[in-house]
């Protein structure tokens, strides 16, 4: 562990893509091209490709400039992250999905917090670029279904227990003290799971109770959401998957600090958003405000029901070495 003492000059940094199926291609290029743009230099683009042989071929040919390698453990985000851990080179280590892209000023605006020796965790504002428009009845306080920030999340810079991992960094030594992320819990393919980061957030603060995750939101990175997912039939299917996830986090780390913020965020953001959208519909301005108030109940009881079948189902598995080769 690197001690805190004072202020310091901004680190390296290598940022880490994931990619499965061939279905993202253009997206993919996307994404690597935004990297590699980015106004402050980063000092390497990871591609790893996820058991894919045939699109591990194609990014060797058609994407230069990348440090491409392959998912040397199990199939799913977790394994695929590890493995680029595990040839990163920088001080800092950043991951973005295969179908975000980043703003020009997202490194800058991630990097300028690592000064602070404090800082062991850097997170950014996740937009949503719906592929046919936001849907009406979509309520902005899940906007986590899409992989993106949501109403509820601090507006300015401030302090937060994890970050959602289309957008989030980490100091090296994280991975080199508590391990690499998760396997049995997480996105495997298009099974909707998550919480990866999340276990991996609250395990580095308990290593390092006085170290701080930073949420930044000028540092921008927009996520591209299918039609598929804008349907009540995808967001209903997620939340139970993200019930399933909190349980398998809960048996890991305990469910007190596996539900910490969901407690609040179900009782204040979800409770305001619900008697918000209620009160706009007794103002006069439409049905909208009843759909999108169900909705929110929709979503939690759906959560709710997934966490517990999961708290008796959910059989997580260990948290692997990412030793670097």
Known sequence: MIEPSGPRAAPSVSVVICAYTDARWDELVAAVGSVQAQETPVLETILVIDHNPGLLERAAREIPGVVLVENIESRGLSGARNS????????????????AWADPAW??????????????????AILPAWERGRPSWFPREFDWVVGCTYLGMPETRAPVRNMIGCNMSFRREAFEQVGGFSHGIGRIGTRPLGGEETEFCIRARRRWPDRIILYEPAAIVNHRVPAARGTVRYFRSRCYAEGLSKAAISKLV????????????????????????????????????????????????????????????????????????
């Open 84 to 99: 680029g851990v595990r040839v990163a080179r920088g001080g800092v280590i950043a991951f973005m999905d295969d179908d």
């Open 107 to 124: 490194w800058t605006h991630l990097s300028g917090a690592y000064v602070d020796p404090a800082v062991m965790a850097v997170g950014g």
């Open 254 to 325: 305990g469910s007190g600090s596996a539900l910490a913020t969901e407690r609040g965020y179900a009782v204040r953001t979800l409770g305001a958003g619900a008697a918000r959208n209620l009160a706009e519909t007794a103002r006069g301005r439409g049905f909208g405000g009843v759909r999108r108030a169900a909705v929110i109940l929709l979503g939690l009881v759906s959560t709710s029901a997934g966490y517990v079948v999961g708290r008796i189902s959910a059989r997580p598995s260990g948290v692997p070495e990412v030793s670097r080769p």
